[in-house]
């Protein structure tokens, strides 16, 4: 009974995580809106560096050759869901990057 209920505490403790984040798996199709560059979505997927850092590697560069954009290059952020796009909080996602993710200059 005892390790039944831990079983089932740590199972919604890992949910909870995975929600708080925005439910972002590594690979998933994503689209973004970003700052710096010409305006309009681009289309591509999550991707996390060995440092730990959430990159969207974008399906085809930006006319300034962008291949890769850092969370804190990102204005918007939407998940593929089934046929549609869901908004995604990138204030949730950046709470859970490690802090040198969201400098300048980061990879």
């Not at 949910?15 to 984040?21: D, M």
């Not at 994503?30 to 560059?37: F, H, L």
């Given at each position: 009974m005892k390790r039944t209920a831990a079983f089932l505490a740590?199972?919604?403790?890992?949910?909870?995580?995975?929600?708080?984040?925005?439910?972002?798996?590594?690979?998933?199709?994503?689209?973004?809106?970003?700052?710096?560059?010409?305006?309009?979505?681009?289309?591509?997927k999550e991707f996390i560096t060995s440092e730990g850092c959430t990159m969207v590697k974008l399906a085809k560069p930006t006319t300034d050759g962008y291949t890769m954009l850092a969370l804190i290059a990102v204005a918007k952020l939407q998940k593929k869901d089934g046929a549609a796009w869901r908004d995604l909080s990138l204030k949730d996602l950046k709470a859970h990057e490690p802090r040198q993710c969201l400098e300048e200059g980061s990879d």
């Open positions: 740590i199972a919604i403790a890992f949910v909870a995580l995975a929600a708080h984040a925005g439910d972002l798996a590594k690979d998933t199709a994503v689209r973004i809106e970003g700052s710096g560059i010409e305006p309009g979505w681009f289309e591509g």
